[in-house]
């Protein structure tokens, strides 16, 4: 590595910071795809150039630039400004072409035994199965670029075209407009407590929704048995269901409220275009995140046999990419010996590695030194920080207890009333944000996963908070003021 010029890059920027639970296997998909941004299976000039990530004890912090996000902005809201349905149309054959590809090709592999595939087609069938989960992840990674910028492009819209429209119509107005896929499985869950015999159903419900605590680091399959407990805790707390309900209806009411003011807007339509596109990233990142969620699951259970075949453990095997997986099983085919290459990279990477696209668009690995660090370091000065403030996703003054939550591991601390701090929320953290004060997220915009839910709930919640978690700690209390997106140590 050339360090000189890494952190020459590095000084001259300006940097914004992602966080989650991972594992290298699992996120080396989406980290791949950073570098390879795709429009309708073409690739095109931008993408998160010299962006920076550190993953240690399955957690990563990720790096990229102001700059590179609002060039990946304009390219996008500029199609979008000539085709006011370029971002719709993009959501929806990305749907038809890779979602339900993957889900397609997941159920398939899910039912197989794999133990029974000889060694060459197992690899195909990993081969493939990555091939077209990482096209999805092509096609969709430039929507963390809106995570910046998506409150100031529907602000600048607000302002260019004269509208009058207030911030919580605005945050209505650029809500996803359908139902996050979380919120569909409680609403089903919600049907199974009038149906007298539900056992049958509640199995058919599991192998629908068993993904849905997955991360990037912990993934498992939810049986029966868990959805049983849930069920048996919305019949003996008789409170609940009304407020799952009373939650789902908000949901409708604000569908309404959208539709009016859309129509209102309309003689304005590029006005209203850009509205719009910025609602259909919200629906498309949900479901890229269920993606995720049900890819992740298939990817371990692949890589479980693979690392049989290859007499190493699957926790070392989770220390490469999936390009390294492939190369790897397809040199041995089953011939059961230990791979050296393996045992050297995944010893050198067990404290930690540094991920790197610069100087191009080709990915760099090293393990993590002493200067690694300072590097990280440097990054996190870096980051564009406003002190304790963000974005409102949904208004709201509250005081409580901090609780950092990194990953799920992290989930039992958390106490009805605690104010959740996290790098960014995911689908397996709504039930503690249905406990939570208020939200508050390192990322985040106006259309992230911690928006849209805190809206459903009716929960103050601020997004875009850079280095919250470097500046509060558990225990600390704090005022949450969503309302002007102020936070407040007391």
């Known amino acids: 590595m050339d360090y000189k010029k890494l952190i020459s890059h ?41 962006y920076v990530g550190f993953l240690r004890n399955d957690f990563m912090s990720y790096y990229f630039t102001d700059e590179t996000a609002g060039q990946v902005c304009n390219f996008y809201l500029d199609k979008q400004k000539s085709n006011y349905k370029f971002l719709l149309n993009l959501k929806n054959n990305w749907g038809k072409k890779l979602f339900n590809k993957v889900v397609s090709l997941s159920d398939k592999l899910n039912l197989a035994d794999l133990s029974l595939l000889s060694t060459t087609t197992l690899i195909a069938e990993f081969n493939k199965f990555s091939k077209i989960y990482e096209t999805a992840w092509r096609e969709s990674i430039f929507l963390d670029a809106f995570d910046i910028h998506s409150e100031k492009i529907a602000e600048g819209v607000v302002e260019k075209y004269k509208l009058n429209i207030g911030k919580n119509d605005l945050q209505i107005l650029t809500s996803a407009s359908q139902r996050t896929l979380g919120r569909q ?18 199995k058919a419900y599991a192998e629908k929704w068993h993904w849905l605590q997955n991360d990037y680091a912990h993934i498992e399959k939810l049986g029966a048995d868990y959805f049983w407990n849930k069920l048996r805790k919305l019949k003996n707390n008789k409170s609940l269901p009304a407020k799952e309900k009373t939650t789902l209806r908000q949901f409708d009411a604000n569908l309404k409220l959208r539709k009016k003011m859309l129509q209102k807007i309309g003689w304005q339509s590029q006005a209203a275009a850009i509205l719009e596109g910025l609602s259909t990233l919200s629906v498309w990142r949900d479901s890229r995140k269920a993606l995720n969620q049900m890819a992740s699951f298939t990817v371990k259970r692949l890589a479980l046999e693979i690392a049989k075949r290859l007499k190493i453990s699957l926790n070392d095997l989770e220390h490469l990419t999936y390009w390294e997986v492939a190369r790897l099983s397809h040199s041995h085919r089953g011939s059961g010996k230990p791979h050296k290459t393996t045992k050297k990279n995944v010893i050198s990477r067990k404290n930690g590695v540094l991920i790197t696209d610069y100087p191009g668009r080709k990915i760099q690995i090293y393990p993590v030194t002493k200067n690694e660090w300072k590097i990280k370091a440097l990054l996190d000065k870096l980051i564009n920080r406003k002190g304790l403030k963000g974005s409102t996703a949904y208004p709201g003054m509250v005081r409580g207890k901090v609780k950092i939550m990194f990953s799920q591991k992290d989930f039992h601390k958390m106490k009805k009333g605690d104010i959740l701090v996290a790098p960014n929320t995911r689908p397996e953290y709504v039930p503690i944000m249905k406990i939570a004060g208020a939200i508050i997220s390192e990322e985040g915009g106006i259309t992230c996963h911690s928006a849209i839910v805190s809206r459903e709930l009716k929960i103050p919640c601020i997004v875009g908070v850079q280095g919250a978690t470097d500046q509060l700690k558990d225990g600390d209390i704090i005022e949450v003021d969503a309302n002007k997106g102020f936070i407040t140590k007391l």
């Open 10 to 50: 590095i000084n001259s920027k300006n940097w914004y910071r992602q966080g989650a639970a991972v594992k290298l296997l699992y996120i080396s998909y989406p980290y791949d795809a950073c570098s390879h941004f795709t429009v309708n299976g073409k690739q095109i000039p931008h993408y998160y150039f010299g």
């Open 185 to 202: 499985a409680e609403l089903e869950l919600l049907k199974l407590l009038d149906v007298k015999s539900p056992s049958t159903k509640i």
